[in-house]
């Protein structure tokens, strides 16, 4: 049985048991989260959120790419979340690369070069990382300035999240 | 107390019962997820997954965008992730706008144009619209063509998956 077949069962349990079926569009705590993908993330249960809570986005290094700031603006002006987060993590994939070298290294593996992606947005330091996604943030014209936008580093080791000043 | 005041001290519990430091950087069960922000969608539940266990990349729509893609290959190339399930929902915010009418929106009330994002991937057939996603992900030259890649639609009445023919 593949990974795939066995999280089908899983769902199948999650249907028979499910309750939540009432729940608006629109998040109940008006809250939105720009997370890695790490898989030691779990973003709800580190955060005390339930299903329904808040808009949860999340890639390789929680990153605020262009994508993320398309999915925040729709998350505010659509579904009207009013506070974001930003959390990078210690030990992340994002801090063993090099972007350059991962390019060349997939170039050769496969033979074939691309512009797709265009970055990877490896990084070296995680607090300088969540100030530079802060600014991304709070720099877009379409992100209202009284929105807060506050940045952590969670730590995979205690499950802690610690503030990052601005 | 703000919201953001609110998850922090949920953290401070979480932290406190914590019991998974020891966990390794790669996904346990070498699955990576690409599945809307919606707030309703609560990931890890509905497929029975547990911390550790998976890459979880999230955005408006549950889109294959060029992000998304950087993060698949970074899962796939350096943290050995070997299956992927896309997962869009009903009753998704994605159906109920048109993209240039949105963009005409915040250029009117924000007074400003910006071409960042170029796109907001509004569509208006989940169904199809999962199909265009996995197509992305199997035309792409650094995603190995062994990698399944399975599309579902999550229901948000039922939280029942289901699996979008390719």
Known sequence: ???????????????????????????GRKLAIVACMDARLTVEEMLGLKTGDAHIIRNAGGIVTADALRSLIISHHLLGT???????????????????????????????????PSHFHAFSDVAENVRQQMQKIKSHPWIPEHIPVRGFVYDVKTGRLTEVSA
Chains 1, 2 share one sequence.
């Open 1 to 27: 049985m593949t990974v795939i077949e066995e999280v089908l069962k899983s769902n199948e349990s999650y249907a028979k048991g499910f309750t939540l079926g009432d729940l608006p569009m629109p998040p």
């Open 82 to 116: 009013q506070e974001f987060i930003i959390i990078n993590h210690t030990d992340c994939g994002m801090l063993t690369f090099k972007d350059e070298e991962l390019r060349a290294k997939l170039q050769r593996q496969t033979g074939t070069a691309t512009v797709v």
